[in-house]
DNA sequence: CGGTACATGTAATCTGTTACATGATTCA
DNA sequence: TGAATCATGTAACAGATTACATGTACCG
């Protein structure tokens, strides 16, 4: 019946460690946040309404300088919520990316802009791959012998590395297709 | 400034054709909607505020016993809005995929219910990857003898079958690795 | 007689983004 | 002195989803 897939996210954080909103919005810039990104104003959000509904426990941690903490565990009940909700079907989100719009105008407005937003496109996956080609190296070497609580976490990554890879050639291959393309649009009448 | 990408997305459309609302959501079913989905709610406000802003024509062409339509056309504020958008950074719209939020859960839960989640997503890609396979023979067997207007679209497909080929190959990896998982869940304390 | 296609919409709710707000501490 | 990090939030708005609503025509 639900989506709701951010609460999910959030207990599965929550699920290795208890952590604070603050930190919460920490991972979800890295680690899952690859797969699945959220502001902290969105967890901040959810995590009140994860308490609300019993999912999650808060402790109040006072603290000086800072403003006090607020620590959130799993209950048993947002235990579960999870593993319920992993038995559900998972709904293929729609990709939405704005750069198939603009492919979509090669022919009515000039090429150097379409090839210009692939390039840029080209230079962040190169930066991503990187990045996982390097936490692929510093954690996991040797995927069989990991232990199996990681071995998910593994697979992501290497579905993110092979994604970008993909991505870096079919980047070169349009910019290679482009160069056929007349700059000048013809606008139909 | 702007982000709304369904507006651009509908202009994009309606650069070949004149469409109904009804015809624009027909279309987000197949060809743009393979790479951005949107429902006929979300398109009819959508048009209604282009059109608003004079981004688009309307002719209500009366009609015997169905409801009358409207058919919409660029307008030339439409077209230049169109074109200026496509000049702007091209912003990565973050991947959202539930099946990362449980692989992360391997080692937790059952296995099997996440191999479960594995194989259905597999076979949507087979699915999908034999519907783009069928279009590719069907319109675009030979590439750079494309009219400029189609090569565009031609890249987007060319993706698409990327994207597919390399999950499917990605599912049976993670198959292969997480049978090696013992198959009950392990709760931290 | 039932289902699908045509054709348009409203309303409620849920998610996501952007902007604003506060305030101490640490590092350069 | 200024920027970054820690730490939490509110408010407004934009975008997406789900449910509801209407009504004819055509095909089997």
Redesign the interface.
């Known amino acids: 019946m639900h989506t709701m897939?951010l609460s999910?996210?959030i207990l599965?954080?929550l699920?290795?460690e208890d952590l604070t909103g603050y930190a919460l919005a920490k991972q979800f810039d890295v680690s899952?946040g690859?797969?699945?990104?959220a502001s902290h104003q969105q967890i901040y959000r959810e995590l009140k309404g994860l308490h609300l509904a019993g999912r999650v426990n808060v402790e109040e941690v006072p603290q000086h300088g800072k403003p006090d903490k607020r620590v959130y565990s799993l209950t048993t009940l947002g235990?579960d919520m999870?593993?319920s909700w992993?038995?559900d079907?998972?709904?293929?989100?729609?990709?939405?990316?704005?750069?198939?719009?603009?492919?979509?105008?090669?022919?009515?407005?000039p090429v150097k802009?379409?090839t210009l937003?692939i390039e840029?496109?080209k230079a962040?996956h190169t930066r991503k791959l990187e990045l996982y080609r390097k936490i692929e190296m510093r954690n996991y070497t040797s995927?069989?012998t990991l232990?199996?609580?990681?071995?998910?976490?593994?697979?992501?990554l290497?579905?993110g590395i092979?994604?970008e890879?993909?991505?870096l050639?079919?980047c070169d291959?349009?910019l290679d297709?482009?160069t056929?393309?007349?700059s000048n649009p013809?606008?139909?009448g």
């Open positions: 897939s999910h996210a599965t954080a699920l290795d899952l690859f797969f699945w990104q235990r999870l593993e992993i038995v079907s998972t709904r293929a989100r729609g990709a939405k990316d704005e750069l198939f719009i603009k492919l979509f105008n090669v022919g009515s407005v802009q379409i937003a840029q496109r962040e995927p069989l232990p199996d609580r990681k071995k998910g976490v593994y697979l992501s290497l579905a092979r994604q890879q993909t991505a050639i079919w291959d349009a297709l482009l056929t393309v007349r013809k606008v139909k």
